[in-house]
């Protein structure tokens, strides 16, 4: 089983930027942050599948690079030019099995497809 371990969340004000990492024991497949902010669904951010193959949300391209350590097994997200509507709640996911970064982005949250980390706050103020 493997169990992702968020750290680097915080408060930062717009325009500022924040790096999440995102420790996982086990073997992994595809890895990739959502988030979830207050009253909102849970949605993709970035991912970065077994192949190397990385998707990103469109809200976010540009701004956000994903990266990974396979060394370390550990995942990134370098986020830069932070607005206010980048707050929330981020979670690092693992998937369960081989797939695409594209499908894990949007299906990460179907049952059976991901192990989840606890989460991290990041808020930015304007």
């Known amino acids: 089983q493997v169990q992702p371990v968020e750290s680097g969340g915080g408060s930062v004000q717009a325009a500022g930027s924040l790096r999440l990492s995102c420790a996982a024991s086990g073997y992994t497949y595809c890895m990739g942050w959502f988030r979830q902010a207050p009253g909102k669904e849970r949605e993709g951010v970035a991912t970065?599948?077994?192949?190397?193959?990385?998707s990103y949300a469109d809200s976010v391209k540009g701004r956000f690079t994903i990266s990974k350590d396979n060394a370390k097994n550990t995942l990134y997200l370098q986020m830069n030019s932070l607005k206010p509507e980048d707050s929330a709640m981020y979670y690092c996911a693992a998937a369960r099995k081989v797939l695409s970064s594209r499908y894990f982005l949007v299906n990460a949250g179907t049952p059976g497809n991901a192990y989840w980390g606890q989460g991290t706050q990041v808020t930015v103020s304007s």
């Open positions: 970065i599948d077994q192949g190397g193959g990385i």
